[in-house]
């Protein structure tokens, strides 16, 4: 039998044996098996972040420091916020079958659209793209070995989503037919109001949740998107161009 030697003794054990560090596929794993432990899920804190993402959003993020020094991840563990946002999904696209005066079939085919490309596949763009961006040209050079959790890119694009929902799926239905959709001026841009608000709060929302992070510099270019989304609005205006109708007939016609 051959001694150990003092050298082997003192090595220390293998990245993926310390108990500090998880990968991102074991996080994603403790992730999804718990959607559907609802016992688990924290709602009354997610339901608390989505009141104070139209009251205070900083506050939220202050919130995923705190998750940073205690679990190690920014990234939320709880998938608490995610199936209170599905919840909000179904109830506004109820509102839109009765708004549009879809059967089952067709609000069925509405709530699919929403959630797997409304949702989803624009989070995953937006997440994908902002979170190559931020690691390939906002860290800073002293926090090069650190980086951007993609499933963090991926909370920002759902804190910034909600509002949107909220503005465009809920205040929106409640005036569409009885003003919105009427052929005033003053309908037209209630209307398109309503949509610079809520693609610009998705747009400071998600600025706030990159600028938030130590490792980052120069995110204000996050926010570089407002000015095309301000000539467009004006633009909608002085071509009397109903965005919210449009919008319908695009559900209408392509989605259904």
Known sequence: MFARS???ESLPLPIFC????TSAAAKRYKYLRRILRFEQMDFEFAFWQMIYLFVSPQKVYRNFHYRKQTKAQFARDDP???VLLALWLLISSIGFAVVL???VLGF???FLYVVLVDCIGVGLVVATA????TNRWLLKPACRDQ???????FDVHLNAFFPVLFILHVVLLLFYHVFIAQPWFVSLFFGNTLYLLAVGYYIYITFLGYNCLPILQGTKALLYPLTGLIFFYVCSLALTM???????NFYHYRVL
């Open 130 to 133: 902002l979170w190559y961006v």
């Open 108 to 110: 069925l085919k509405f």
């Open 6 to 8: 003092d050298s082997q």
């Open 80 to 82: 608490a916020f995610l």
């Open 147 to 153: 980086d951007v959790e993609w499933g963090y890119a």
């Open 242 to 248: 109903n965005v919210s109708t449009a919008v319908m």
């Open 101 to 103: 005066r879809l059967g």
């Open 18 to 21: 310390r108990m500090d560090c």
